[in-house]
C-alpha cells in the first residue's frame, strides 16, 4: 500500500491553503481533489470574496484575521499575483443594528480601525444606501475583496514549488482512521498516511459519515451580478464592499462594487448571507429566476437607481456548522484526522490562517493560534454555549 505522511483530502481554499503550508514546512505531503483543475462546483469560486477585521460574528476571530491579512500579503509577493483590493468595507443599517453593534465592539477590543458614520455624514459620503431613511454606516477603511479563484491557484503553485504532490481528478470514496494512522480509498488504490487533512467543503459530512456527530449541512447560495446604473456611484472610487443589516433576521443583502481587473462577469456582485436552500453537493440545481427578480426587487428599495439589469447568476455551497462558527480540530478517538469544514459562508477570508492551524494540528497535535474556539468540544453535552 503507498504511504505518504500527510493528506490534504480536497484543495479548495481551505485545502489548497493547508498543502502549501505543509510543503513549506518540508512535509511529505499529498494533495488530493476530485476536480481536475480549481472549479466552480464547490464554495471557492465567483471572483470575490469580503474580507474584514471588525467581526461581528465573535471577536475571537479577529486575531486569527490579523494572521490572515499578513497571509493574504505573504501569498500575493510570493505569487506575483494581486489578490486583495483594498476598497474598505461598509457595514449599513439603523444605528441600533446588532450587526453594527456586535462590529464596532469587536473593533474597538482588538483596536481595528473604524469609522462610525452617523446618517447625516452617511448619505454625504455613501449616498447609494440612502433610501430616504436614517441609516448608519460603520466603515472599515482596511478592509476589501479577495479574489478566490486566484487564491486557491496561488497557494496550489506555492505548494508545488515547495514539493507538494498534487493527484487530481481523483475522487476520495472513503476515508477511516485510528489515534495513529489513517486510510484514504480512492477510486484508484488506498494510500495509508500518518496524518489526513479533511478539507472537503459542503462534501465533508458524507465522507466523514459516522466519524463525526456534528452536523455539516450543504446550502446552495446565489451570487447574482448587476449592471452598473451609475458606474462611478459602483465603482470601487465612490462604493466599498458592503453589507446591510435592515432588520431581517432571515439574513443580509451584501456586495461589492466594479473594481480594476474584475473577472468576468463585471458589474456589481450581490448575495445574501444567511441559510439557503438544503442540496446534494453532487446535485446542487441552478438559481431559478424568481431568486434574481426578488433580488432585484429587493435591492431597488436598499440602493435605488444605483443597479441596472441582471448581468449573471450562478450559485455556490455553504457548508453550515450548528452555530455557524467554523469546525477545526482532529477526530475525537481518530487523531490521525483533522478536519476543517463548516466555514458557513464566512471563512475564504481565513484560507492562509485555517492552512496554519490544520498543519500545526497535523503535525505538532496541537497549535499555538488562538482557534481552540473552534474546537469540537464546543458541541459535547454540557460545553458551555
Ligand atoms: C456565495 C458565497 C459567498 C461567500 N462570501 C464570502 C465572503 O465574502 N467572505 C468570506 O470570507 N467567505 C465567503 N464565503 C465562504 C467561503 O467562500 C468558503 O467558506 C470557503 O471557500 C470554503 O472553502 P473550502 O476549501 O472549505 O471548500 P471548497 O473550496 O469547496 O473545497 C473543497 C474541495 O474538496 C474537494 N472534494 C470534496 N469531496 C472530495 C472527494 N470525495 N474526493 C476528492 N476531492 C473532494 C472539492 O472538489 C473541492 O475542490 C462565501 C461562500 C459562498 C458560497
Known sequence: MKQVDVIVLGLGGMGASALASLAGRGVDVLGIDQEPAPHDRG??????????RAYFEHPDYVPLLNESFEGWERLEQSSGLPLLHRTGVLLVGPSSSSILGASRASAEDHGVPV?????????????QFSPASEWSGLFEPGGGILNPEAGVRAHL??????????????????????????????????????????AAGAWTASLLGDHCEVPLIPHRKAMIWFEAADSEACSSNRMPAWLIDDGDPAGN???????????????????????????????????????????????????????????AARSCLYTMSPDQDFVIDHLPGRRSMVVVAGFSGHGYKFAPVVGEIAADLAIDGTTPRPAGFLGLARFEAGAKP
Do not use: C, N
Not at 43 to 52: A, C, E, N
Not at 160 to 175: D, F, L
Open 157 to 198: 503553485d506555492v505548494a508545488r514549488r515547495a514539493g507538494a504532490s498534487i493527484r487530481r481528478p481523483e475522487k476520495v470514496v472513503s476515508i477511516d482512521g485510528d489515534d495513529d494512522f489513517a486510510v484514504v480509498r480512492t477510486g484508484r488504490e488506498e494510500i495509508r498516511t500518518r496524518r489526513l487533512i479533511i
Open 253 to 311: 443583502y451584501y456586495g461589492v462594487p466594479t473594481w480594476p481587473g474584475q473577472p468576468s462577469p463585471g458589474g456589481v456582485k450581490v448575495g445574501y448571507h444567511g441559510f439557503g436552500t438544503v442540496v446534494d453537493p453532487d446535485d446542487p440545481g441552478e438559481i431559478t429566476p424568481d431568486v434574481v427578480e426578488r433580488f432585484a426587487a429587493d435591492l431597488a428599495t436598499r440602493m435605488p437607481g444605483v443597479l441596472g439589469r441582471p448581468l
Open 43 to 52: 464554495s471557492s469560486h465567483g471572483g470575490s470574496r469580503i474580507i474584514r
Open 115 to 127: 469609522e462610525w458614520l452617523d446618517p447625516d455624514r452617511m448619505r454625504d459620503r455613501f449616498p
